[in-house]
């Protein structure tokens, strides 16, 4: 995918979420729309850096992780105007249409799907298990070395 069609596909993903933010978590749709901008130029920023020979030999995620993780640090100077502004976007809003992109990507490849056949099952049984488990795990030891519980 070309540079300024993914730029496009992020711009129009971020509608997408702003109207599920106004509609379902009742936040202004333009509040919506500016915690998504930001959102979209870390995005941007990230897959920028990604594409820079020398750099494209790890993941977009990567990069984007990096870039949110620099500018919501108390390093940047702008960190508290960027964490109040993002503070808008409900992460189930952000989590919809990723879904339903993952959703379209498995039927896109549902003969490779069914060549795996019954074996994806506890494969995946195990594996979300295993992450729920540990997740709750930490969860309760954080939980429990914070005071809270």
């Known amino acids: 995918m070309k540079i300024f069609e993914t730029i496009f ?7 997408i979420m702003a109207a599920g933010n106004t509609v379902g978590y009742h936040i202004d749709f333009i509040s919506s729309l ?6 979209v130029i870390i995005s941007i920023v990230g897959f920028l850096i990604s594409k820079l020979p020398g750099f494209n030999k790890l993941p977009v995620i990567l990069w984007v992780s990096v870039i949110a993780a620099i500018v919501s640090a108390p390093i940047f100077p702008y960190h508290k105007e960027v964490v109040a502004i993002t503070d808008q976007v409900s992460l189930l809003a952000v989590c919809t249409p990723i879904l339903a992109y993952a959703g379209l990507a498995i039927g ?17 049984l195990a594996v979300f298990s295993g992450t729920f488990i540990f997740a709750a795990i930490i969860a309760q030891v954080t939980l429990h070395w914070e005071g809270v519980i």
Request: hydrophobic fraction near 70%; charge should be positive; aromatic fraction near 10%.
């Open 9 to 15: 596909v992020f711009i129009l993903v971020a509608i």
């Open 34 to 39: 500016e915690a998504l901008a930001v959102l």
């Open 108 to 124: 896109k490849d549902l003969a490779l799907f069914k060549n795996i056949s019954w074996r994806i099952i506890p494969v995946s």
